[in-house]
């Protein structure tokens, strides 16, 4: 069998996670990692690559790096701002049909697994209000944001359902989105920085603003003590009417890895649709689940 040849770029946690799965899975070949500073390098390998990984934030890196490489590669990304998704989609389009490329964008497990969670919960439960709940966990995109922040050292990002509103929502009542959790944010900067940093995130659109945020300043080996090696996140999809409930919920020890998982099953399903001619870009609401699953008979 073939083996589908992988490119990672950017070499944070979730390229490492790629990195790992990719090592352990005999279908699977890593070609090269290449971080934004060595992107070029890729051209180098342009016959070489089937689907390029791209493991970057979605605060800022993310809507540079992968129009570019779109234009050359096939690629998947998990883009995770919702608010963005649409116009990220749009930019991604025009440059996949004319490069005649695959670009599948936004599959992590949310947006991605979920996204499909509340796409059935809706047809099915149409008189239901479909909510998500994030957490209790790391959040990667989050984060990430918030390390972006000049004078920023490092930094962790907890999402926490907020108890009672999750109550509401299985019993079948609306909600405000903005109620629904709370963001504690750990952060390690320098002291007369800190209350600007506060500010900035508090007041961040997309990420923060709106939200009951929690800024707590902390020092290195403080930080190092109690967050190093935590990755663990998780969520849920819940639809619940009159007489019915759906809920999809997920638990993981390693956030990056589980996305690194849903990446690599849609890089297969890159593979696929590339031999069937196809191009254009594609989320997890266009690909059908028999692109992700070698033998999906088996399954049913």
Request: contains cysteine; hydrophobic residues 40%.
């Amino acid at each position: 069998m073939m083996k589908i040849k992988i490119a990672i770029v950017g070499y944070g946690n979730l390229g490492r996670a790629c990195e790992k799965l990719i090592k352990s899975r005999s279908e699977f070949e890593l070609v090269g990692i290449f971080t934004r500073s060595s992107i070029n390098k890729l051209d180098d390998l342009y016959n070489t690559i089937d689907v390029v990984l791209v493991c970057v934030g979605s605060s800022a890196d993310a809507p540079v790096l992968t129009p570019k490489l779109a234009q050359k590669f096939n690629t998947v990304d998990s883009f995770d701002n919702h608010n963005e998704i649409r116009n990220y989609l749009k930019s991604l389009e025009e440059i996949a049909q004319k490069s005649k490329k695959v670009a599948i964008a936004s599959v992590g497990w949310d947006p991605g697994l979920f996204s499909v969670a509340r796409m059935l919960f809706n047809a099915f439960l149409p008189d239901s209000s479909v909510q998500t709940f994030w957490g209790p966990g790391v959040s990667l995109g989050h984060t990430n944001a918030i390390k972006n922040i000049e004078d920023v050292t490092d930094a962790i990002q907890f999402t926490v359902p907020q108890k009672e509103t999750l109550k509401k929502v299985r019993l079948g009542k609306s909600v405000t989105d903005k109620s629904k959790h709370k963001r504690i944010c750990y952060v390690v900067a320098p002291q007369k920085k800190q209350k600007k940093i506060t500010s900035l995130i508090k007041n961040m659109p997309d990420y923060f603003l709106g939200y009951q945020t929690e800024v707590n300043f902390i020092e290195r080996p403080e930080f190092n003590k109690k967050f190093n090696g935590v990755q663990n996140h998780g969520g849920a999809v819940i639809g619940a009417d009159k007489t019915s409930k759906l809920e999809l919920r997920l638990r993981t020890k390693s956030n990056p890895l589980f996305t690194a998982s849903i990446m690599l099953a849609y890089a297969a399903a890159n593979v696929r649709l590339q031999k069937e001619g196809r191009f254009g870009v594609f989320t997890a609401a266009d690909i059908a689940p028999k692109y992700l699953f070698s033998d999906c008979i088996q399954v049913l």
